[in-house]
């Protein structure tokens, strides 16, 4: 069946980093533009940023555009997110997506197939 499990979330300082990686089975990776999202408590969940499935397009929110960087090994199966110069306000519990039929990058959750359980990312001032 299909997974996608997060991990490396954890406490960071401001002005810190954390690299979460998302590992993958059971769908064709290589095909699928894969993204992050974050849900802060109380609010949306939200985009971060996606990547496509193999020409390396990236698309990232203003709000993380310079600080977060999105890669994927094919071979791995496994999309990481790179967070630098992490702010109190990128708390949130972050969640990797997949979405088939990879063209126009799309930032709208509701367009990605699967996702995973979710990783707490929690950042201190």
């Known amino acids: 069946q299909v997974q996608l499990v997060e991990s490396g979330g954890g406490l960071a300082q401001a002005g810190g980093s954390l690299r979460l990686s998302c590992s993958t089975s059971?769908?064709?990776?290589?095909?699928?533009?894969v993204g992050w999202f974050r849900q802060a408590p109380g609010k949306e969940r939200e985009f971060v940023t996606t990547?496509?499935?193999?020409?390396?397009?990236?698309l990232y929110a203003d709000s993380v555009k310079g600080r977060f960087t999105i890669s994927r090994d094919n071979a791995k199966n496994t999309v990481y997110l790179q967070m630098d110069s992490l702010k109190p306000e990128d708390t949130a519990v972050y969640f990797c997506a997949g979405r088939f039929n990879p063209g126009t990058l799309r930032s709208n959750p509701s367009l990605y197939n699967y996702w995973g359980q979710g990783t707490q990312v929690t950042v201190s001032a």
């Open positions: 990547m496509a499935s193999r020409d390396g397009r990236t």
């Open positions: 059971g769908f064709t990776f290589s095909s699928y533009d």
